[in-house]
């Protein structure tokens, strides 16, 4: 069974209007993570959660935000998609204290 | 900020054969970890090492932790059509913010 799981698998929005990608988890870690992985490209951290503690990574665009209103659901909100933000998004949980980050299925951002 | 060395960046070998692949970087690492991503799929943890010098395996994976804390290789031995896809190395830094530091990724191509 699925333990983190994003929806959807597949998005397709329109340049400029704003899109909202989900990810919730069974494993109630304490540690959640997004992730922007382009082509041929490692894993690249936009921000995570320690409980309701946001921690944004210095270089993420301020078009990227996230919401996390409890502790099986985080949210990443695209404020306003350009082509460049065609990606897949990964989400990922961790227990605090150990190393070992679980990866959802990622959710496909298309952007037309 | 700290960076991993991921090498090779691809690699093409017959069925069968066995697979070495490597990171390292300048810095201290704490954990190393190594994942499996298939194509369009999120990454899936194969292996996780805590100690310097630490040899783990799973299965036809073998994965150790260098004793200069500096490096980890990944075997994986007779290689099998599902090993195909891209391996990834990632480590957790000294500096003790959980967050994960990706290397590049090896794409492994398996001819039947």
């Known amino acids: 069974d699925a333990m983190v799981i994003q929806n959807p698998r597949y998005q397709v929005t329109q340049f400029g209007k704003p899109v909202t990608l989900s990810c919730s988890q069974t494993?109630?870690?304490?540690?959640m993570y997004w992730y922007q992985q382009k082509s041929s490209q490692a894993p690249k951290l936009l921000f995570h959660?320690?409980?309701?503690?946001?921690?944004n990574e210095a270089d993420t665009p301020d078009n990227f935000q996230s919401r996390r209103p409890n502790t099986s659901f985080c949210f990443l909100d695209i404020r306003s998609p350009g082509l460049g933000d065609a990606a897949m998004y990964l989400c990922?949980?961790?227990?605090?204290?150990?190393?070992?980050?679980?990866f959802g299925q990622g959710t496909r951002l298309t952007v037309v | 900020g700290q960076q991993l060395n991921q090498s090779p960046q691809s690699m093409f070998i017959q069925e069968g054969e066995d697979v070495s692949m490597n990171c390292t970087s300048s810095?201290?690492?704490?954990?190393w970890l190594w994942y499996k991503q298939d194509p369009g799929e999120g990454p899936v943890l194969l292996i996780a090492?805590?100690?310097?010098?630490e040899l783990t395996s799973n299965g036809r994976l073998t994965a150790q932790f260098g004793i200069t804390r500096k490096d980890s290789f990944l075997n994986i031995s007779a290689s099998i059509p599902s090993d195909v896809g891209i391996y990834f190395c990632?480590?957790?830094?000294?500096?003790?913010?959980?967050?994960?530091?990706f290397g590049q990724g090896t794409r492994l191509t398996i001819n039947p």
């Open positions: 810095s201290i690492f704490n954990t």
């Open positions: 959660y320690y409980d309701k503690d946001f921690n």
């Open positions: 090492l805590y100690k310097a010098g």
């Open positions: 990922a949980t961790s227990l605090e204290g150990h190393t070992e980050a679980f």
């Open positions: 990632a480590g957790q830094g000294i500096q003790g913010a959980q967050k994960l530091v």
């Open positions: 494993l109630n870690h304490n540690v």
